[in-house]
């Protein structure tokens, strides 16, 4: 009896945060995307399906948000096209949906993927408040919204995967998101670590906190559309996806990473709180 309440209370959980994740149309296209028969472009032993599976993508991501409004031109895209503010969980769905198709979904969906975010981009341009202009499809932003991402998803993963990676499969990690990159029109991607921290230390003399970026951080960490009882496990999300980031960025944004004595168990709950969701989201079958 109880291990059937357990597995009852696991599975109301998992589909609701399936459904807040993924979106309405989350259960048909995890259907779509795992039952269609075909080619794929990564196969089940590739790390990226070890990375993007994994519950720890929730700290990631934020994380990557974070640091990806750190370039005036590409927040300021954000700001005058994603509707961040307006249908968070739409964007939130369309991004998952994004990552699910092109590390699980088959070579044709996989390409129809990008080539509808390649046409959502060429029609994003303007200019920010600095006057520079700025155009969605620039291979310069392409590239710095793409390596703030990777380097996000594999920090957050190394530090509260299932199962971190070797050096090595950290390296065909990078290798991995280099393919999905090229497709969507980044030149010359980085391939492994090494060649990820460089592309993200020639970015740094671009980057700063605009007002919007600010802005941005205080909607994703303060004012997230969430009941009440559901902010307190995303507040450890948040508070680790911080943690994460360079001292710089935290400074940029007014964040903080908490009291350093305290550093241990912020850690303990961005592990206690990944643990929870990966407990209740579990794994679908992957061809």
């Known amino acids: 009896m109880i291990r059937s309440a357990s597995e009852a209370l696991r599975s109301r959980l998992g589909s609701r945060l399936f459904t807040q994740v993924a979106g309405p149309d989350g259960p048909s296209n995890r259907e779509r995307i795992h039952g269609t028969e075909g080619p794929r472009w990564f196969g089940p ?21 974070l640091l990806q409004s750190l ?7 954000v700001a005058a096209h994603s509707g961040y503010r307006g249908d968070p969980w739409g964007r939130l769905a369309r991004t998952s949906t994004f990552l699910a198709v092109t590390t699980y979904g088959t070579d044709a969906d996989a390409s129809a993927a990008v080539a509808q975010v390649r046409a959502v981009h060429a029609r994003v341009k303007g200019t920010a408040e600095d006057g520079r202009p700025y155009r969605a499809a620039d291979p310069h932003l392409l590239a710095w919204v793409h390596a703030a991402e990777v380097d996000s998803f594999l920090t957050a993963h190394q530090a509260f995967g299932a199962r971190p990676l070797s050096r090595a499969d950290c390296d065909a990690y990078v290798r991995d998101t280099a393919r999905v990159a090229e497709a969507l029109g980044v030149a010359e991607p980085p391939s492994d670590v ?17 007002q919007a970026a600010r802005d941005a951080a205080r909607f994703i960490v303060e004012e997230p559309p969430l009941p009440w009882p559901a902010r307190i496990p995303y507040r450890a999300l948040t508070t680790n996806a911080a943690a994460l980031l360079p001292a710089w960025a935290r400074t940029e944004l007014g964040l903080s990473a908490g009291p350093r004595p305290l550093a241990p168990l912020t850690r303990t709950s961005g592990a206690a709180v990944t643990g929870l969701i990966r407990w209740a989201m579990a794994p679908v079958r992957q061809r």
């Open 45 to 65: 032993e590739r790390p990226i399906r070890v990375v993007h599976g994994d519950a720890s993508m929730f700290v990631g991501g934020l994380r990557a948000l």
């Open 71 to 77: 370039h005036p031109l590409a927040m300021a895209a």
């Open 194 to 210: 090494a060649g990820l921290r460089g592309v993200l230390a020639g970015y740094r003399p671009e980057l700063r906190a605009t």
